[in-house]
DNA sequence: GCGCCTTTCGTGACGATGTCACAGACGCGG
DNA sequence: CCGCGTCTGTGACATCGTCACGAAAGGCGC
């Protein structure tokens, strides 16, 4: 295998530390410095921003075979991390000394290539962040978040989580899922969403 | 020199096309292709995302010695571009062919260096852009874009490339500049603004 | 099964912001 | 000095975020 499997080795063979998080862990938090180049093994990671009243909104996610853009930014920048990083399952990961990951760029074209792919995928990601909470209408983003989110017909989130996501506010998210339902497009419970006129969301969410 | 001129000299050495563009000009636009590494010389461009609305948020701007982190990540995952670049100056710029540009990675270190670090700020502005339109109220924002671009104590910009800068709407800026104005904090004129409290505004931009 | 506590959700009121539709003001070229 | 394009001013309105509550649903101990 060409992606994961080879990156990861390169970290190993580098001298890479393993560590490993539980779900929910804090991988790191605004203000924390960056300690080293870090790659996701397994699991997933959730990288966020948050204001100080709370309001919240979701950068990238991380899977295995990825690394984080801002913590590579923050090393490089000596700056300190603004997001923060939450485990949304078990991780295991390594960490690589910013020297050995230096080093690695340099001798190895094919860890080179897919260290930038993916941080090319998630400067896109900030990029679509950007237009969706400047340029499109909740309702359309919702819609799409509920058709992503959504295994066979449920969603599980709650009103709370899914702002997360979309970098709104509970209430606003509320009164949406309510005029969805009303419409007849979904039916609302406690904690999930069951998608009740699929075609219609997807006219919404473009 | 080791920064901009460094990283000018490796992008001729490896045969990087030497380009021009006048001030006012459009390096690319939404939909075109990245045409390859591209490298600013001299001047100054800004990168900005429109809407379909017309409404506009810049994202950063590069100015001698910088590259442009959406052109390089386009080029690295064969999306088309989603941003718009313009002159603001004349221009003197490198255009790389991608595998040359691959090449350079690999073999000059300092190159290496100069580009990751480069980019690692533009990711940075990127994040601050979104924490900015999503959590920082407008005066707030528009007392620090009034000091930044101060030239002694007047700023040279229609209201409608005020709000362009700060992803807002005409109409918006208008008010809040009336604001500021009844508060005696600035006078406002045609085309451009006067900062008569200069301390005031930077309480209000904290 | 019954209280109690935490989490999640519902709702009204209000301010800030974006949008739309115009109208007025300014300045430059002819 | 007349037009016309650019820039600015303004009112009306919808959406969204915030605040301040209160109600409902689950979970837990007993």
Chains 1, 2 share one sequence.
Not at 112 to 137: G, K, P
Not at 194 to 201: G, N, P
């Amino acid at each position: 295998m060409n992606g994961p499997g080879q990156v990861s080795e390169a970290a190993r063979r580098v001298g890479g530390l393993a560590v490993r998080f539980r779900a929910g862990d804090v991988l790191y938090r605004p203000g924390d410095a960056a300690k080293g180049w870090i790659l996701v093994e397994s699991g997933r990671v959730r990288v966020s921003l948050t204001a100080d009243t709370g309001r919240e909104v979701v950068l990238y996610r991380l899977n295995a075979g990825e690394s984080c853009l801002l913590t590579t930014s923050a090393l490089m920048t000596s700056e300190m991390m603004i997001a923060e990083a939450v485990a949304e399952t078990d991780i295991e990961a390594r960490l690589v000394p910013a020297v050995a990951f230096e080093r690695l760029l340099g001798e190895d074209a094919g860890f080179r290539r897919a260290v930038l792919r993916n941080y090319a995928e998630r400067v896109a990601d900030l990029v679509v962040v950007i237009q969706d909470v400047m340029f499109h209408a909740l309702p359309q983003r919702l819609a799409r978040l509920l058709r992503a989110k959504a295994k066979g017909r449920r969603v599980e989130a709650t009103h709370q989580a899914i702002a997360g996501e979309l970098g709104s506010a509970r209430e606003v998210v509320t009164r949406a899922l309510q005029r969805f339902e009303r419409e007849g497009l979904i039916r609302v419970e406690r904690g999930q969403v069951e998608i009740v006129d699929e075609a219609a969301l997807a006219r919404i969410a473009q």
